[in-house]
């Protein structure tokens, strides 16, 4: 089963899906190919975008300046 999928609409505008809910401010800029898979090319700006982290990894850290 897919986690993501790309809708095109009646008008030609494709819609960013994650497990069947709109991904809000996604803008499927391109679908295409690299030559063995299809790809697409999504602008997703930042301020739509939330960021975590899984609790098994190490956390995200600054290196220090040297």
Do not use: W, Y
Not at 16 to 21: H, I, P, R, T, Y
């Amino acid at each position: 089963m897919h986690h993501a999928s790309i809708t095109r609409t009646h008008d030609g505008t494709m819609i960013l899906k994650a497990s069947g809910v709109q991904v809000q401010g996604a803008n499927v800029v391109s679908i295409g190919s690299n030559g063995e898979q299809f790809i697409a090319v999504v602008h997703i700006p930042l301020i739509s975008c939330s960021f975590t982290e899984q609790d098994n990894v190490v956390p995200m850290v600054r290196k220090r300046a040297a």
